[in-house]
């Protein structure tokens, strides 16, 4: 299945599961965005981490989204993203 087709069909407990890993803001950018992804692709999702987060609520919450949509997630916070496209990325992506 193509990452923006699943996504499609659970936006809402994609947004759920969100908030409850002490995430918000959940966004998505790359391909899904750009309409390029392809069957077996990831999906590019941008979330804010909120006061008190840990790596374990991130990669609970990757290994959520991966298993509820069945396509690869790749899971990032803006302070992740290279400093030479954070800029891009933050003013393209759009909210889930």
Known sequence: MRPSVALNMK??????????FRT?????????LHGADREGGDLDLLVDALPGATLFD????????ESLLGVRVDLLTPADLPQKFRAKVLAEAQPI
């Open 58 to 65: 991130l990669g609970g919450l990757q290994d959520e989204l």
């Open 24 to 32: 918000a803001n959940p966004r998505v950018f790359g391909s899904v």
């Open 11 to 20: 936006r809402d407990a994609v947004r759920e599961a969100a908030s409850r």
